[in-house]
């Protein structure tokens, strides 16, 4: 079992920056790839940002160049520095997790573990 417990949201002026973080726990030697994403109100959610366990990063063309992701595998945490926030990143923070068995030698393929979500809300 993994868990993901994020952290760091909270309000921000527009043109402001904030990161927000996510700690693995548990079986972290299954996760490969992470990823977050985010849910703003009435709106389904999307994922923003990916990084591979070797460290490939791929962004949707909504954050492309204000957000960074990265992962601190020592310490089992994501990041996702965001900048240049506008009201229109207003949403729910999640962070998930790709799990193969194959990779810490459990009896599954591939399992998702999700986080519990932080709100970042971004002010005019």
């Known amino acids: 079992q993994v868990q993901l417990v994020e952290s760091g949201g909270g309000l921000v002026q527009a043109g402001g920056s904030l990161r927000v973080s996510c700690a693995a726990s548990g079986e972290t030697a299954c996760i490969s790839a992470m990823n977050w994403y985010r849910q703003a109100p009435g709106k389904e959610r999307e994922m923003i940002a990916l990084?591979?366990?070797?460290?490939?990063?791929k962004y949707a063309n909504s954050v492309q160049g204000r957000f960074t992701i990265s992962r601190d595998n020592a310490k089992n945490t994501l990041y996702l520095q965001m900048s240049s926030l506008t009201p229109g990143d207003t949403a729910v923070y999640y962070c998930?997790?790709?799990?193969?068995?194959?990779?810490?030698?459990?009896?599954?393929?591939?399992?998702?573990?999700w986080g519990q979500g932080t709100l970042v809300t971004v002010s005019s």
């Open positions: 998930n997790a790709d799990l193969l068995g194959l990779r810490c030698g459990r009896n599954f393929t591939y399992l998702e573990v």
């Open positions: 990084i591979t366990s070797s460290g490939g990063t």
